[in-house]
């Protein structure tokens, strides 16, 4: 499975960017995505993660009601809509595919990354 990351940016606070992860090669309506940051001089973060189906969504306690992922599998991509966006959203996202769900937020329980996108949102 390839992940591609994309739609990063520069923002200002308070707006919107809308990051897609299209994945090719042996993709499967199995997989669970995840959305995880990386801010300069900090460790990987978890993000967000979506079910197979898109049924179930996973949030960071701090981007709850700001941002959304969801996932087309027709198209096999996901996106993370990123709204109300603040300074401290500032890094580089990664998209990351996965079996299963336990652990969803562990970094070390993906498969698959993507090269990741940076955003960053000015104050």
């Known amino acids: 499975v390839q992940l591609q990351a994309f739609g990063g940016g520069l923002v200002q606070a308070g707006g919107s960017l809308r990051l897609s992860c299209a994945a090719s090669?042996?993709?499967?309506?199995?997989?669970?995505m995840g959305w995880f940051r990386q801010a300069p001089g900090k460790e990987r973060e978890f993000v967000a993660a979506?079910?197979?189906?898109?049924?179930?969504?996973f949030y960071l306690d701090s981007v709850k009601g700001r941002f959304t992922i969801s996932r087309d599998n027709a198209k096999n991509t996901v996106y993370l809509q990123m709204d109300s966006l603040k300074p401290e959203d500032t890094a580089v996202y990664y998209c990351?595919?996965?079996?299963?769900?336990?652990?969803?937020?562990?970094?070390?329980?993906?498969?698959?990354w993507g090269q990741g996108t940076e955003v960053t949102v000015s104050s």
């Open positions: 979506v079910s197979g189906s898109g049924g179930t969504t």
């Open positions: 990351a595919a996965r079996l299963g769900a336990i652990n969803y937020d562990s970094d070390k329980t993906y498969n698959y």
């Open positions: 090669g042996r993709t499967s309506s199995s997989y669970y």
